[in-house]
C-alpha cells in the first residue's frame, strides 16, 4: 500500500488517545492537519506530529511512510468528496442550476466546517513537485466539472458575451479558504447557502433560489444515503440546508 511501511499494531503509544477518530491513522492526520495550517509543513516534522498525537515517531511509520505522504492524504481528503458528488451528479435528471448549487453547496460547506483550514496548503510550493501530481490532477477535473456546469447554465441564458465567467463559481467556492483564515481576524465567513447562490447569480441567473436549494438538498441528502461513508459524501452540516 502506498504510503504505509507495515499495517501492524507497532509498539504501545507513550499516551492515552488526544485526537479526534476512532484511529491511529486518523488522530495522525488530526495532528499533522493542525500542525501544517498552524506552524508550517517545512517546519513539521514526523517527531512533532507524532509527539502530537501521543506515540512513537517509529509507530507512526507504521501508518506513513514520510510526511509527503501524510499531506498526499490531507490534500485528497480536500477534493475527493467534491469530485465524485460532481462526477455522480453528471447522469442525474437535475437541472444544471440545481447540480451547480449542489456541488458549490457540499464543496463550500466542506472546506468551512472541516476541523482544520486545509486549503491553505493549496500554496504549497512543495505541491508542484511529481510527488503531488495526483492531487494536482483531481483538482484539475473538479475545477472542470464546475467549469461544464457553468457553461451549460450560460448557454441557457443565452449570452454568448458571458461565457467568461464560466471559471468563477470554482474560484468563488475555494475563496472561502482565505475568507476562513480572515476570520482569525473577526471577519465573517459566508456559510454554504450564500456561497452556492452566489456561485449562480455570478453567471447571471436571476431567479428564485429557493426551489434550487430544495432540490439540492435532495441530491445531497441522496448522495450521503446511497455510499457506505456518507461522512465523506456530504458535510456534517447539511441537515442545514433543510431548515
Known amino acids: 500500500m502506498e504510503g504505509v511501511t507495515n499495517a501492524g499494531p507497532g509498539r504501545p503509544r507513550l499516551t492515552a488517545r488526544r485526537r479526534p477518530g476512532g484511529t491511529a491513522r486518523a488522530e495522525i492526520l488530526d495532528a499533522a492537519a493542525e500542525l501544517f495550517t498552524t506552524r508550517g509543513f517545512a517546519a513539521t516534522s514526523t517527531r512533532h506530529i507524532a509527539e502530537a498525537v501521543g506515540m512513537r515517531q517509529a509507530s507512526l ?5 514520510t510526511k509527503d505522504d501524510i499531506l498526499v492524504a490531507l490534500l485528497a ?3 475527493t468528496p467534491a469530485l465524485d458528488f ?5 447522469p442525474l ?11 458549490s453547496y457540499l464543496d463550500a460547506a466542506q472546506l468551512i466546517t472541516g476541523r482544520w483550514n486545509l486549503g491553505v496548503l493549496y500554496l504549497l510550493p512543495e505541491l508542484r513537485s511529481d510527488r503531488f501530481m ?4 483531481d483538482r484539475d477535473r473538479l475545477r472542470e466539472q464546475y467549469r461544464a456546469l457553468a457553461q451549460t447554465v450560460l ?3 443565452g449570452d454568448p458575451a458571458s461565457t467568461r465567467l464560466a471559471e468563477l463559481p470554482f474560484r468563488l467556492v475555494e475563496s472561502v479558504i482565505s475568507a ?5 481576524e473577526g471577519t465573517p465567513i459566508p456559510d454554504a447557502a450564500v456561497i452556492a447562490g ?4 455570478i453567471l447571471g441567473w436571476r431567479q428564485d433560489l429557493d426551489p434550487i436549494h430544495t432540490e439540492a438538498a435532495e441530491l445531497i441528502a441522496n448522495a450521503e444515503t446511497s455510499t457506505s461513508s456518507g461522512a465523506d459524501a456530504a458535510p456534517d452540516n447539511v441537515d442545514a440546508m433543510k431548515t
Open 180 to 184: 476562513r483564515a480572515d476570520a482569525l
Open 155 to 157: 448557454d441557457a441564458l
Open 77 to 79: 481528503d480536500t477534493v
Open 61 to 65: 511509520y507504521n501508518h506513513f511512510a
Open 93 to 103: 435528471d437535475a437541472s444544471p442550476e440545481v447540480k451547480l448549487y449542489a456541488l
Open 134 to 137: 495526483s492531487f494536482r490532477a
Open 198 to 201: 452566489s456561485a449562480l447569480r
Open 86 to 90: 460532481a462526477e455522480n451528479l453528471r
